[in-house]
């Protein structure tokens, strides 16, 4: 099981001061999987519900360059989000919904692959 940042064009200043290296898309990674042997049997997002918003910040965020600004600023945003009661709710729903249903989009990629025998 995989989950890695979603959005190639989401890539800024949190993702720095998070240290990630590279945000992927769902195809992207699904192809990564599957050129390293393993069949992709579920794939989906996490953070659908939240995701206009957060896509919307990160864009911001990105025109902003919140790192010339200090990393202070990304800390403080990210961990404000962290704890929201909005968010803990749209994630509750969203993993009951997710038992049944693949999401087309959200923060987060998400891929389960098993190696054939």
Same mark, same amino acid.
């Given at each position: 099981?995989?989950e890695v940042?979603?959005?190639?064009?989401?890539?800024g200043?949190?993702?720095?001061?998070?240290?990630?290296? %590279?945000?992927?898309?769902? =195809?992207?990674?699904r192809?990564?999987l599957?050129? *390293?042997g /393993?069949q &992709?049997?579920?794939?989906?997002h996490?953070?659908?519900?939240v995701?206009?918003?957060?896509?919307?910040?990160k864009?911001?965020?990105?025109r902003a360059?919140?790192?010339?600004?200090?990393?202070?600023?990304? %800390?403080?945003?990210?961990s =404000?989000?962290?704890?929201?009661?909005?968010?803990? *709710?749209? /994630?509750g &729903?969203?993993?009951?919904?997710?038992?049944?249903?693949?999401?087309?989009?959200?923060?987060?990629c998400?891929?389960v692959?098993?190696?054939?025998?």
């Amino acid at each position: 099981m995989l989950e890695v940042p979603a959005g190639t064009h989401l890539y800024g200043a949190y993702n720095k001061e998070l240290r990630h290296f %590279r945000r992927y898309d769902a =195809r992207e990674l699904r192809k990564k999987l599957n050129a *390293a042997g /393993f069949q &992709v049997v579920r794939s989906s997002h996490l953070g659908f519900l939240v995701y206009p918003g957060f896509a919307l910040v990160k864009r911001r965020s990105i025109r902003a360059d919140l790192l010339s600004q200090g990393t202070g600023i990304v %800390r403080e945003q990210a961990s =404000r989000s962290y704890g929201s009661l909005l968010m803990r *709710a749209a /994630f509750g &729903v969203e993993a009951k919904l997710g038992r049944f249903v693949s999401f087309p989009c959200g923060i987060r990629c998400l891929a389960v692959g098993g190696k054939t025998v």
